[in-house]
């Protein structure tokens, strides 16, 4: 059984920062892969960062390259999401997922644990 719990989210202006973490409940967390989605107002959802296991490969989607940045503890069990020089298109709410894949996954249907999703408010 997997569970995780986002925080971190809130409000905060174009251009500035957020530190979103993921505290996951799991007996061998360092063999799962992690990864955010994100689900923008009227959107579908979409992975924002992956990560693989031993954290040595992720992945970016394009839009977020540069500015977003997903890092793992797998000792701490929890994985982590630096946002910054946010822009309002961030918008959204942004889940913390899971799967037992050994590869970073890249879309939302790869993930078979999710969190509740925590919401990120970028005003302009």
């Known amino acids: 059984q997997v569970q995780l719990v986002e925080s971190g989210g809130g409000l905060v202006q174009a251009g500035g920062s957020l530190r979103l973490s993921c505290a996951a409940s799991?007996?061998?967390?360092?063999?799962?892969?992690m990864g955010w989605i994100r689900q923008a107002p009227g959107k579908e959802r979409d992975v924002v960062a992956a990560?693989?296991?031993?954290?040595?490969?992720?992945y970016y989607a394009d839009f977020v390259k540069g500015r977003f940045t997903i890092s793992r503890d797998n000792a701490e069990k929890t994985v982590y999401l630096q946002m910054n020089s946010l822009k309002p298109e961030d918008t959204g709410v942004y889940y913390c997922?899971?799967?037992?894949?050994?590869?970073?996954?890249?879309?939302?249907?790869?993930?078979?644990?999710w969190g509740q999703g925590t919401q990120v408010t970028v005003s302009s």
């Open positions: 997922a899971a799967n037992r894949s050994p590869d970073p996954g890249t879309t939302p249907h790869s993930y078979g644990y």
């Open positions: 990560i693989s296991r031993s954290g040595t490969y992720t």
């Open positions: 799991a007996r061998t967390f360092s063999s799962l892969g």
